[in-house]
T-cell receptor, first 115, second 111 residues
Framework: EADIYQTPRYLVIGTGKKITLECSQTMGHDKMYWYQQDPGMELHLIHYSYGVNSTEKGDLSSESTVSRIRTEHFPLTLESARPSHTSQYLC??????????????FGSGTQLSVL | TQLLEQSPQFLSIQEGENLTVYCNSSSVFSSLQWYRQEPGEGPVLLVTVVTGGEVKKLKRLTFQFGDARKDSSLHITAAQPGDTGLYLCAGVIQGAQKLVFGQGTRLTINP
């Protein structure tokens, strides 16, 4: 059972609002990720972190920003939400067994709708 | 360009039938994983395969990694409604450390 939590589960907001999606894990994992997933589409990596004070942009360009001040916490912020940001946002942490074998643990996701 | 192509994208079958879904690429992968995602939840890892030709079984699910490490398949025997979900393959391209995901196969098992 993965101990990674995302809040809120669902969020409906108006255009222009600032929002923060929360993600916390209690497994002590150094590496954490944010993915964006649209219906019927693959997961797109938008941000990742190797540990405290480390943040990197992923493959998919995103207007969101992230921070990693504590190992267990990896919040994602949108300064000014737009309808194009409507999507499912999934947070994950991982443990690496070898150079090519990494297990990801996902949260339940935040379904964001921007009106 | 999709690095991992999954087929079919949608599959709806009756309980008790067998099925196979596929994950294909033109790239060689160091390892390949299969995840299952249920509605309203995040993906959960089912299996990791790392050796060409490797076969792993998880109860009624059989996973195979192609000999050339460019493709994988998931076979489900006697499908049950509890198998319903989105099945995602994900792999690490040889020489890289990044995990890439396919677009998924949405499987529905009808009682």
């Amino acid at each position: 059972e993965a101990d990674i939590y995302q809040t809120p589960r669902y969020l409906v907001i108006g255009t222009g609002k600032k929002i923060t999606l929360e993600c916390s894990q209690t497994m002590g994992h150094d590496k954490m990720y944010w993915y964006q997933q649209d219906p019927g589409m693959e997961l797109h990596l938008i941000h990742y972190s190797y540990g405290v004070n480390s943040t990197e942009k992923g493959d998919l360009s995103s207007e969101s920003t992230v921070s990693r001040i504590r190992t267990e916490h990896f919040p994602l912020t949108l300064e000014s939400a737009r309808p194009s940001h409507t999507s499912q946002y999934l947070c994950a942490s991982s443990v690496r067994y070898s150079l090519t074998n990494e297990k990801l643990f996902f949260g339940s996701g935040t379904q964001l709708s921007v009106l | 360009t999709q690095l991992l192509e999954q087929s079919p994208q949608f599959l709806s079958i009756q309980e008790g039938e067998n099925l196979t879904v596929y994950c294909n690429s033109s790239s060689v992968f160091s390892s390949l994983q299969w995840y299952r995602q249920e509605p309203g939840e995040g993906p959960v890892l089912l299996v990791t395969v790392v050796t060409g030709g490797e076969v792993k079984k998880l109860k009624r699910l059989t996973f195979q990694f192609g000999d050339a490490r460019k493709d994988s398949s998931l076979h489900i025997t006697a499908a049950q409604p509890g198998d319903t979900g989105l099945y995602l393959c994900a792999g690490v391209i040889q020489g890289a450390q990044k995990l890439v995901f396919g677009q998924g196969t949405r499987l529905t098992i009808n009682p």
